[in-house]
Protein backbone atom coordinates (compact mmCIF):
# COMPACT_ATOMS: atom_id res chain seq x y z
CA UNK A 1 0.00 0.00 0.00
CA UNK A 2 2.82 2.18 1.11
CA UNK A 3 4.64 1.69 -2.07
CA UNK A 4 1.30 2.62 -3.96
CA UNK A 5 0.61 5.67 -2.22
CA UNK A 6 4.43 6.66 -2.67
CA UNK A 7 3.29 5.50 -7.06
CA UNK A 8 -0.13 7.73 -6.66
CA UNK A 9 1.71 10.71 -4.98
CA UNK A 10 5.05 10.66 -7.58
CA UNK A 11 1.95 10.41 -10.64
CA UNK A 12 -0.13 13.08 -8.74
CA UNK A 13 1.80 15.24 -6.75
CA UNK A 14 -0.34 17.73 -4.32
CA UNK A 15 -0.26 20.86 -5.16
CA UNK A 16 -1.38 24.46 -3.81
CA UNK A 17 -4.62 25.06 -4.51
CA UNK A 18 -3.88 28.81 -5.14
CA UNK A 19 -0.31 28.70 -6.26
CA UNK A 20 0.10 25.30 -7.73
CA UNK A 21 3.54 24.64 -5.58
CA UNK A 22 4.11 21.56 -4.31
CA UNK A 23 2.71 21.08 -0.93
CA UNK A 24 2.39 18.46 1.73
CA UNK A 25 0.08 15.41 1.19
CA UNK A 26 -3.58 16.66 3.05
CA UNK A 27 -2.69 20.09 2.79
CA UNK A 28 -4.47 22.76 0.57
CA UNK A 29 -2.39 26.23 0.14
CA UNK A 30 1.27 26.30 0.53
CA UNK A 31 2.69 28.20 3.42
CA UNK A 32 2.72 31.68 1.02
CA UNK A 33 -0.92 31.18 0.41
CA UNK A 34 -2.15 30.39 3.65
CA UNK A 35 -0.40 33.58 5.05
CA UNK A 36 -1.95 35.66 2.11
CA UNK A 37 -5.73 34.56 1.92
CA UNK A 38 -8.11 36.66 3.01
CA UNK A 39 -10.84 35.30 5.12
CA UNK A 40 -14.16 37.11 5.14
CA UNK A 41 -14.97 38.78 8.13
CA UNK A 42 -18.44 37.43 9.12
CA UNK A 43 -19.01 40.29 11.31
CA UNK A 44 -17.91 42.76 8.98
CA UNK A 45 -20.81 41.61 6.53
CA UNK A 46 -24.43 41.85 6.44
CA UNK A 47 -25.28 38.32 6.03
CA UNK A 48 -28.60 38.90 4.73
CA UNK A 49 -27.45 40.94 1.18
CA UNK A 50 -24.02 39.28 2.01
CA UNK A 51 -22.26 42.94 1.21
CA UNK A 52 -19.77 44.74 3.52
CA UNK A 53 -21.94 46.64 6.93
CA UNK A 54 -21.68 49.77 5.65
CA UNK A 55 -22.61 48.75 1.63
CA UNK A 56 -25.62 46.56 2.56
CA UNK A 57 -28.58 47.16 0.50
CA UNK A 58 -31.11 45.83 2.58
CA UNK A 59 -32.97 48.96 2.24
CA UNK A 60 -33.07 49.66 -1.03
CA UNK A 61 -33.73 46.61 -2.85
CA UNK A 62 -35.71 43.34 -1.86
CA UNK A 63 -33.37 39.98 -2.20
CA UNK A 64 -35.61 37.03 -2.90
CA UNK A 65 -32.94 35.36 -0.27
CA UNK A 66 -32.43 35.17 3.54
CA UNK A 67 -29.13 35.40 3.29
CA UNK A 68 -25.52 35.36 1.55
CA UNK A 69 -22.37 34.40 2.65
CA UNK A 70 -18.80 32.74 1.89
CA UNK A 71 -15.68 32.37 2.83
CA UNK A 72 -13.37 34.39 1.07
CA UNK A 73 -13.43 37.66 -0.65
CA UNK A 74 -13.93 37.58 -4.30
CA UNK A 75 -9.57 38.60 -4.81
CA UNK A 76 -5.85 37.62 -4.00
CA UNK A 77 -4.70 34.55 -3.18
CA UNK A 78 -8.48 32.81 -2.57
CA UNK A 79 -10.12 34.28 -6.42
CA UNK A 80 -6.23 32.76 -7.71
CA UNK A 81 -7.53 29.54 -6.54
CA UNK A 82 -10.86 29.76 -7.54
CA UNK A 83 -9.77 30.32 -11.10
CA UNK A 84 -7.17 27.46 -11.05
CA UNK A 85 -10.24 25.70 -10.06
CA UNK A 86 -12.33 26.53 -12.71
CA UNK A 87 -10.22 26.40 -15.24
CA UNK A 88 -7.63 23.75 -14.48
CA UNK A 89 -9.68 21.72 -13.67
CA UNK A 90 -8.11 20.76 -10.21
CA UNK A 91 -10.23 18.49 -8.29
CA UNK A 92 -8.62 19.87 -4.61
CA UNK A 93 -10.38 23.07 -5.23
CA UNK A 94 -13.61 21.68 -4.91
CA UNK A 95 -12.91 20.51 -1.60
CA UNK A 96 -10.79 22.95 -0.57
CA UNK A 97 -14.08 25.13 -1.08
CA UNK A 98 -16.77 23.06 -0.06
CA UNK A 99 -14.48 22.57 3.14
CA UNK A 100 -14.29 26.20 4.14
CA UNK A 101 -18.28 26.67 2.70
CA UNK A 102 -19.00 24.58 4.97
CA UNK A 103 -17.63 25.85 8.18
CA UNK A 104 -19.21 29.73 7.05
CA UNK A 105 -22.55 28.09 6.82
CA UNK A 106 -21.92 26.44 10.55
CA UNK A 107 -21.17 30.12 11.69
CA UNK A 108 -23.80 32.09 10.05
CA UNK A 109 -26.58 29.41 9.20
CA UNK A 110 -26.27 26.94 12.56
CA UNK A 111 -29.82 27.65 13.71
CA UNK A 112 -31.39 26.76 10.44
CA UNK A 113 -32.69 23.04 9.31
CA UNK A 114 -31.78 22.61 5.65
CA UNK A 115 -34.05 20.08 3.65
CA UNK A 116 -31.54 20.27 0.88
CA UNK A 117 -29.07 21.57 -1.53
CA UNK A 118 -29.46 23.21 -4.72
CA UNK A 119 -27.11 24.79 -7.10
CA UNK A 120 -27.35 27.56 -9.91
CA UNK A 121 -26.92 25.81 -13.05
CA UNK A 122 -24.83 26.59 -16.36
CA UNK A 123 -26.47 26.97 -20.03
CA UNK A 124 -25.78 22.95 -21.21
CA UNK A 125 -23.62 24.41 -23.89
CA UNK A 126 -21.64 26.01 -21.41
CA UNK A 127 -20.78 23.49 -19.46
CA UNK A 128 -20.76 20.98 -22.42
CA UNK A 129 -17.61 23.31 -22.97
CA UNK A 130 -16.46 23.22 -19.59
CA UNK A 131 -17.01 19.77 -19.19
CA UNK A 132 -18.39 20.35 -15.27
CA UNK A 133 -20.39 23.17 -13.71
CA UNK A 134 -18.50 24.32 -10.36
CA UNK A 135 -21.40 25.23 -8.70
CA UNK A 136 -23.14 21.39 -8.79
CA UNK A 137 -19.51 20.07 -7.68
CA UNK A 138 -19.27 22.69 -4.78
CA UNK A 139 -22.57 20.94 -3.91
CA UNK A 140 -22.00 17.61 -4.25
CA UNK A 141 -18.74 18.30 -1.82
CA UNK A 142 -21.20 20.19 0.65
CA UNK A 143 -24.16 17.48 0.56
CA UNK A 144 -21.25 14.83 1.68
CA UNK A 145 -20.21 17.10 4.42
CA UNK A 146 -23.77 17.91 5.78
CA UNK A 147 -25.23 14.76 4.48
CA UNK A 148 -28.14 16.54 2.95
CA UNK A 149 -29.17 15.82 -0.54
CA UNK A 150 -28.96 17.85 -3.47
CA UNK A 151 -32.03 18.75 -5.44
CA UNK A 152 -30.31 17.75 -8.70
CA UNK A 153 -32.13 19.44 -12.10
CA UNK A 154 -34.26 21.19 -10.13
CA UNK A 155 -32.78 24.67 -11.33
CA UNK A 156 -32.16 24.68 -15.02
CA UNK A 157 -30.63 27.57 -17.21
CA UNK A 158 -32.95 28.64 -20.27
CA UNK A 159 -30.54 31.38 -22.06
CA UNK A 160 -27.44 31.71 -22.61
CA UNK A 161 -26.53 35.61 -20.74
CA UNK A 162 -24.40 38.17 -22.50
CA UNK A 163 -21.20 38.70 -20.68
CA UNK A 164 -21.87 40.83 -17.44
CA UNK A 165 -18.26 41.99 -17.09
CA UNK A 166 -18.55 45.84 -16.60
CA UNK A 167 -22.16 45.39 -16.61
CA UNK A 168 -23.89 48.37 -14.08
CA UNK A 169 -25.72 46.50 -10.79
CA UNK A 170 -29.24 47.84 -12.45
CA UNK A 171 -28.49 45.62 -15.76
CA UNK A 172 -27.25 43.08 -14.33
CA UNK A 173 -30.66 41.87 -12.37
CA UNK A 174 -32.13 42.86 -15.49
CA UNK A 175 -30.26 40.90 -17.87
CA UNK A 176 -30.96 37.48 -15.21
CA UNK A 177 -34.57 37.88 -15.17
CA UNK A 178 -36.07 34.75 -16.56
CA UNK A 179 -32.81 32.83 -17.15
CA UNK A 180 -33.60 30.45 -14.54
CA UNK A 181 -36.75 27.86 -13.95
CA UNK A 182 -37.45 25.25 -11.89
CA UNK A 183 -38.18 21.65 -12.88
CA UNK A 184 -40.24 20.69 -10.12
CA UNK A 185 -41.83 21.83 -6.73
CA UNK A 186 -40.34 21.82 -3.65
CA UNK A 187 -42.89 22.98 -1.29
CA UNK A 188 -42.29 23.77 2.21
CA UNK A 189 -38.42 23.31 2.27
CA UNK A 190 -35.67 25.02 3.36
CA UNK A 191 -32.93 25.05 0.86
CA UNK A 192 -29.23 25.68 0.47
CA UNK A 193 -27.99 27.75 -2.51
CA UNK A 194 -24.79 27.10 -3.48
CA UNK A 195 -22.79 29.30 -6.27
CA UNK A 196 -18.91 29.72 -6.87
CA UNK A 197 -18.61 33.51 -6.84
CA UNK A 198 -21.41 36.11 -5.78
CA UNK A 199 -20.60 39.63 -7.30
CA UNK A 200 -24.03 41.69 -7.08
CA UNK A 201 -26.20 38.66 -6.24
CA UNK A 202 -28.21 38.71 -9.61
CA UNK A 203 -27.88 35.06 -10.14
CA UNK A 204 -29.04 34.21 -6.49
CA UNK A 205 -31.37 36.61 -5.99
CA UNK A 206 -32.99 34.80 -9.74
CA UNK A 207 -32.64 31.90 -8.67
CA UNK A 208 -33.87 32.09 -5.09
CA UNK A 209 -37.14 33.81 -6.78
CA UNK A 210 -37.68 30.73 -9.12
CA UNK A 211 -37.48 28.37 -5.88
CA UNK A 212 -39.69 30.38 -4.12
CA UNK A 213 -42.52 30.44 -6.75
CA UNK A 214 -41.49 26.28 -6.90
CA UNK A 215 -42.61 26.24 -2.81
CA UNK A 216 -39.81 26.53 -1.21
CA UNK A 217 -39.93 28.17 2.30
CA UNK A 218 -36.75 29.75 2.23
CA UNK A 219 -33.33 30.43 0.59
CA UNK A 220 -30.01 30.55 2.05
CA UNK A 221 -27.20 31.04 -0.65
CA UNK A 222 -23.30 30.68 0.10
CA UNK A 223 -20.56 31.21 -2.05
CA UNK A 224 -16.91 30.25 -2.49
CA UNK A 225 -16.23 34.18 -3.05
CA UNK A 226 -17.91 36.95 -2.27
CA UNK A 227 -17.59 40.83 -3.67
CA UNK A 228 -18.53 42.46 -0.46
CA UNK A 229 -17.26 46.21 -1.12
CA UNK A 230 -18.73 48.85 -4.17
CA UNK A 231 -21.76 47.66 -5.67
CA UNK A 232 -21.00 45.78 -9.30
CA UNK A 233 -17.51 47.50 -9.48
CA UNK A 234 -15.65 43.68 -9.61
CA UNK A 235 -15.73 41.91 -12.52
CA UNK A 236 -15.88 38.17 -13.24
CA UNK A 237 -18.62 36.04 -12.04
CA UNK A 238 -22.58 36.88 -11.18
ZN1 LIG B 1 0.39 28.63 -2.85
ZN1 LIG C 1 -27.71 43.93 3.90
Known sequence: MRAFNAVINALFPNKCVSCGALINDGDYLCEYCFEMIEPVDLLKICTHCGLAKKNCQCKSRVFHFGGSIAPFENKGAAQQAMYRYKFKRTPSGAKFFAKEMAKAVRTVYNDIAFDGIVYVPMHP??????????????????????????????????????????????????????????????????????????????????????????????????????????????????
Open 125 to 238: LKQLRRGFNQSQQLANELSKIFGLKVYDGLLSCKYRRKSQHNMPIKERFKNIKGMYITNYKITGKTVLLVDDIKTTGASFDECAKQLLLAGANNVYCVSGLITVAEKGKKKNGN
